[in-house]
């Protein structure tokens, strides 16, 4: 309702509209008041005789009720609204969360400093779920609870020699001594032990080799093989254990056995094949044959554990190409790859088929080593320092001097990756951001680590 010159209520035509209201942007805040001509007349003095107006007004109660009616209107209009958005990147954001989480290398936000437990003399195997894997130079290998850093459970090594390692489940080859903790999914803990012992006092002491898988989480035995001699090598094999071994008159054990369904077959070559004291040498080849090499040489069918003549000719070798150094913590569902050349490195993603795509170059220098693809930022190592780069257009975002003759792990939680930075007299761990490289916090490691 608008009011005349002259004092006479109206409800008719309207002025036109300026002409810049047509281009003009919407309103985004509108203050408005309802006024209603239901509420009971208040006499007001009479305005050019009978044309007088009597004016309407209204009480404050019911305008301030009112007013929180629209008020309460708009919210939930606005509600319907911005809901289903948050809701939508909500959504998002947990469906990337969940990407990241899985991916090895990824740790638990880190807020502040300073761990709540230490544990000294000790290396670390791994972690599996919330049991941190230690060994120590006792020959004993325990499970510590990763809140309180309390034993959950302890093997003793027996003999004089011993060593563990986490076997992941989509891993093949050679188990080494020392893993990293950061393979997916480690399924078992195998351990070995070598010394001499015997299992009834009344027999003499033999040299020999304890292959144990324990569950991780529970320290529990799976499984075991035992042999006579010293250990050549240990492989994993589509999900079987090959223990080599090698007896003290030189003949060559080889045992395939898987911890659940037990042995598949086992092979002792004929004596004078190994080296007195010492093992040889073992060679895998193609993943179809073994070959240990020292006075003699004996090649193993790795399929059924028979003897073969020889090994298999070189031609006869299946040639596998090299794969593309990825980073190890991403949460890109195309991985980033690292292609390095003479004239610099090729920063690629995969294409159809065997394709490629190359989003953009390094220069020749120092060979940058991928750490983590995450949050649209590339961290690549270089000799003593860290460098991010914009994962799109290989702008350079950040960079961060190490700690000289240490690589930096590939630890992230997504918002932060830890990193050694050089300090006084020690190294010192880093939490540094992301997004713009400024630390978060610092602190000094022991000496030695």
């Known amino acids: 309702m608008w009011r005349r010159p002259d004092g006479v209520a109206s409800v008719g035509s309207r002025l036109p509209p300026p002409p810049w209201l047509a281009a003009a942007p919407t309103v985004r805040e509108v203050e408005v008041e309802l006024v209603e ?4 007349a ?3 003095a ?3 005789g009978r044309g007088g107006v009597r004016e309407r007004t209204t009480p404050p109660r019911a305008r301030a009720r009112r007013r929180a009616l629209l008020v309460a209107t708009a919210g939930v209009l606005v509600a319907a609204v911005v809901v289903p958005l948050n809701v939508a990147t909500e959504a998002r954001s947990s469906a990337a969360a969940a990407r990241l989480a ?4 990824v740790l638990d936000p880190v807020v502040v400093p300073g761990p709540p437990w230490s544990r000294d003399g000790v290396v670390l195997l791994g972690v599996v779920d919330d049991v941190v894997l230690v060994a120590s130079a006792g020959h004993r290998v325990e499970g510590l609870d990763a809140r309180t850093g309390a034993v959950r459970w302890a093997e003793e090594e027996q003999g004089t020699a011993g060593w563990c390692a986490l076997v992941p489940t989509d891993h093949e080859g050679v188990v080494q001594e020392r893993t990293t903790p950061w393979r997916p999914d480690p399924s078992s803990l195998v351990c070995h032990r070598t010394g001499w012992w015997t299992d009834d006092p009344d027999d ?3 040299r020999r080799v304890l292959v144990q898988v324990l569950e991780p989480t529970s320290g529990r035995s799976a499984a075991a093989v035992q042999e006579d001699g010293r250990l050549v090598l240990t492989l994993q094999l589509q999900g079987d254990l090959v223990v080599v071994v090698a007896r003290d008159d030189g003949a060559v054990v080889a045992h395939r056995w898987h911890p659940a369904s037990g042995t598949r077959w086992r092979t002792v070559s004929e004596p004078g094949v190994a080296t007195p004291d010492a093992a040889g040498t ?3 080849q193609d993943g179809r044959t073994l070959t240990v090499r020292g006075d003699g040489r004996v090649t193993f069918a790795l399929a059924d554990g028979g003897e073969l003549p020889s090994h298999v000719p070189a031609l006869a070798r299946r040639r596998t190409g090299t794969r593309p150094p990825s980073p190890v913590v991403t949460d890109a569902v195309a991985p980033l790859a690292l292609v390095h050349r003479s004239d610099g490195t090729r920063v690629v993603v995969p294409g159809p088929g065997r394709a490629v795509r190359e989003l953009w170059r390094l220069p020749a220098g120092p060979r940058p080593e991928p750490v983590v693809d995450v949050a649209g930022v590339l961290v ?8 991010a780069h914009d994962r799109a257009s290989g702008r350079e975002v950040w960079r961060t001097r190490t700690a000289a003759g240490v690589q930096p792990a590939p630890l992230t939680d997504g918002e932060v990756v830890l990193v050694p930075v050089p300090g006084r007299g ?8 992301l997004d713009d490289g400024g630390q978060e916090w610092r602190v000094a490691l022991p000496r030695g680590a």
């Open 46 to 48: 009479p305005s050019g």
């Open 102 to 105: 899985a991916v090895p290398g």
């Open 282 to 284: 073992a060679v895998l």
């Open 42 to 44: 208040v006499p007001a």
């Open 204 to 206: 003499a002491v033999r």
């Open 37 to 40: 001509d239901v509420e009971p």
């Open 426 to 433: 020690t190294t010192d761990l880093a939490a540094v951001r």
């Open 380 to 387: 690549v190592a270089r000799t003593a320092e860290v460098v």
